[in-house]
């Protein structure tokens, strides 16, 4: 690494299989559909670093099990030293979980007030598919801004953040060919 170059450290944490692993694959550009088949749970954590520019960014994917939550929670300061980025990944199709996610979520913010002016803060509802209305009919526009509106009253006063919908499907486009 040059002296131009910057290291950006990114945080990933959410519940088991919010597909915060599908993420990574994602960001690296991983476009083998295999690839995203044979995903297994995320043991403690792992890091993935990957160079884009003059950037190299050193992604940590935490895995969501309790087990692992509660570990990750224990040791926060040890593990958030140096993030420039956390990104906290809610299944959108998982509404029996929605609450355990909040939870987790004010559990992660509660730990990281005093760091909050030092990194960014993001929330991906993620697996927000193209056909999600299709799939799931049963999940309302009404649902998700109720969502939104839980997220709000843990995060209103004490950080900025923002709020995104994600999908790894736009990583597989169909390019048409012209014949």
């Known amino acids: ?62 895995g969501g099990q ?36 909040i939870k987790y979520l004010e559990e992660v913010t509660n730990r990281i007030e005093n760091h909050k002016d030092s990194m960014s803060f993001s929330i991906f509802l993620h697996k927000y598919d193209p056909k999600l209305k299709k799939i799931r009919p049963d999940i309302s526009d009404e649902m998700i801004e109720e969502l939104i509106e839980k997220i709000k009253v843990i995060l209103e006063s004490k950080m900025d953040y923002r709020v995104f919908k994600t999908t790894i499907y736009t990583n597989f486009e169909k390019i048409p060919i012209n014949f």
């Not at 559909?33 to 994917?61: A, V």
């Not at 958030?80 to 299944?91: A, E, M, P, Q, T």
């Open 1 to 62: 690494m040059t002296g131009l170059e910057s290291k950006r450290k990114i945080i990933l944490m959410g519940l088991d299989n919010a597909g915060k692993t599908s993420i990574v694959l994602s960001l690296r550009g991983d476009r083998n559909l295999l690839s995203y088949c044979q995903l297994s749970p995320t043991k403690d954590h792992e890091i993935i670093n990957m160079q884009f520019q003059d950037t190299q960014f050193n992604i940590w994917d935490f």
């Open 66 to 101: 309790r087990t692992y939550r509660d570990k990750h929670l224990d040791n926060f300061q040890k593990y958030f030293k140096g993030c420039n980025k956390l990104i906290y990944v809610i299944d959108i199709q998982d509404t029996d979980r929605w609450d355990k996610a």
